[in-house]
């Protein structure tokens, strides 16, 4: 009995220790987020985001305001909207993220509040864009047609191949575009939220 009482003891002595998430768990402490910590990193990338988001949209402006033909007018004000909406939620995402954290509080409740919050955030976004996409799509062919061939959007409706092309590439481009999107916002914040649900774990299961 007393061989496997010591046993036990010296494999305690050799278990890993977070240090970081044990100073984080007492009582009355206050500090700040390593700079690898999961949490820092999907606040550094949601500003990233509204930067990518300012600029792109200001990038729609500047088309709307030289090409004012109306079918690319409403699409580029429904992905505007969409950039709006976007960008609110990122904002209020970011200023919810404290990197000081304090032993006064619940830490647990926190990173599950941050985790579940930035991925409702990201899920309402994929579910908007299948019905922006659309337009975006249509803008964008028409657009390049109006351009390239430099006639008239009327003139281009009067020929059914036009129709056509539209509408397969809104079929095949739709779906890609959702896909990429998809693709991108895991390689943004995909891994990040996964290893901050690792630590979530870690302290629910005492680590």
């Not at 976004?125 to 959007?153: D, N």
């Not at 036009?162 to 916002?185: E, N």
Request: charged share 15%; no cysteine.
């Amino acid at each position: 009995m007393n061989r496997e009482m010591t046993d036990q003891n010296k494999w305690r002595d050799w278990e890993p220790v977070d240090e970081e998430l044990d100073d984080m768990l007492k009582p009355g402490f206050s500090s700040r987020f390593q700079p690898h910590h999961p949490l820092v990193k999907l606040k550094r990338n949601l500003l990233i985001n509204l930067v990518w988001g300012v600029l792109i949209t200001i990038s729609y402006l500047l088309v709307m305001v030289s090409y004012p033909v109306w079918p690319v007018v409403i699409a580029l004000l429904v992905n505007i909207s969409f950039n709006a909406v976007a960008m609110l939620g990122a904002i209020r995402l970011f200023r919810s993220i404290n990197t000081t954290i304090s032993g006064s509080g619940s830490l647990l409740q926190e990173l599950q509040q941050h985790y579940h919050d930035i991925r409702a955030w990201g899920q309402l976004q994929l579910k908007l864009a299948l019905w922006v996409y659309p337009f975006a799509v249509a803008g964008g062919y028409i657009l390049g047609a109006t351009i390239r061939s430099g006639r008239s959007l009327e003139e281009l409706l009067q020929k059914p191949i036009f129709i056509w092309v539209l509408l397969v590439a809104i079929v095949v481009l739709v779906p890609a575009s959702y896909f990429l999107a998809k693709w991108m916002f895991k390689r943004s914040f995909g891994r990040h939220l996964d290893a901050l649900k690792q630590t979530i774990e870690s302290i629910q299961s005492g680590y």
